[in-house]
């Protein structure tokens, strides 16, 4: 395990930019999971309803291929892409309203697995030369990284858990594996 210690100033020796450094950290800690919550809810609400109205969503064909491609064959586009569109929204609504949270958190998860699997079922459609250059669709799918994290951080919320702005112990010290 590597030890890191936080740059500060030397005991006695406060910054002059101490008081706006906590203010601003204070800030992140109490509205940060929130925004991450609500913007991702808005996102999959926001997608999710593309999907209702055919020909809106830029993901359309691709999802509806993967799912195709997954249960092969038994499960068409007339099926899979409301019931995508539905499982997005739901997401979506059960991130802004903070309702189902555990369960909104695990759809998130299936869809996320779901998500990325044209990576590996259309290499041909998600990359100019795998696994280094991906198209735009690939691109599309490869950010999910960040809304994986973002669903990871909400879920660390769940049992009451928060941001804080300082160790517990006072001590400034950061521990990395």
């Known amino acids: 395990m590597n030890t890191i210690k936080a740059r500060r100033p030397p005991p006695g020796v406060p910054s002059r930019l101490d008081p706006l450094d906590v203010a601003i950290t204070e800030s992140l800690a109490r509205y940060g999971i929130t925004v991450i919550r609500v913007g991702l809810g808005f996102i999959f609400l926001w ?12 993901a359309e064909d691709l999802a509806t291929r993967t799912i195709e491609h997954l249960t092969l064959g038994t499960v068409g586009p007339a099926v899979s892409l409301p019931v995508l569109a539905t499982w997005e929204c739901a997401i979506g609504l059960g991130l802004l309203t903070k309702r189902f949270l555990r369960a909104t958190l695990l759809l998130l998860a299936v869809q996320m697995v ?33 809304l994986i994290g973002a669903g990871m951080v909400i879920g660390a919320t769940v049992r009451g858990g928060g941001l804080t702005t300082e160790p517990p112990d006072g001590d400034h010290t950061f521990h990395t594996q």
Do not use: C, D, H, W
């Open 47 to 58: 997608f999710g309803a593309l999907k209702f109205v055919p020909g809106m969503s830029p």
């Open 114 to 146: 779901g998500t990325a699997m044209p990576l590996i079922l259309f290499p041909a459609e998600t990359f100019t030369r795998f696994p280094l250059a991906p198209t735009l669709e690939g691109q599309y799918i490869i950010k999910n990284v960040v």
